[in-house]
């Protein structure tokens, strides 16, 4: 059975910073590209930024330069830093999964997902 469990998620000012990390099992963690995804109230469910198994990272435009992305292989978990947060920010963020041999932005490319981490950036 496949989990992909995220934590961190929580109330901010504008500015702030937090960390968001998913916790996977029932996968080869290694093997797979792993994803942030968010979703805000009325809105599709856009990418934010993925790291391939090879390693390289790939940044939606909105947060580039403000979230990094890493993932530890030997505790098959993904995390987001993100810093300089802005009340645009504010969605429930998705952890995903996908085995898939290109790079892709699209949400039903995805094989597994987590439930969701509330993020609010207050102004």
């Known amino acids: 059975q496949v989990q992909l469990i995220e934590s961190g998620g929580g109330l901010v000012q504008a500015g702030g910073s937090l960390r968001l990390s998913c916790a996977a099992s029932g996968i080869t963690f290694s093997i797979y590209s792993m994803a942030w995804f968010r979703q805000a109230p009325g809105k599709e469910r856009d990418f934010v930024a993925t790291?391939?198994?090879?390693?390289?990272?790939y940044y939606s435009d909105s947060v580039k330069g403000r979230f990094t992305i890493s993932r530890d292989n030997a505790k098959s978990t993904v995390s987001l830093q993100m810093n300089i947060l802005k009340p645009e920010d504010t969605a429930v963020y998705y952890c995903a999964a996908d085995r898939g041999a290109v790079h892709t932005t699209r949400s039903f490319d995805y094989d597994y997902w987590g439930q969701g981490t509330q993020v609010t950036v207050s102004s």
């Open positions: 790291i391939r198994w090879s390693g390289q990272l």
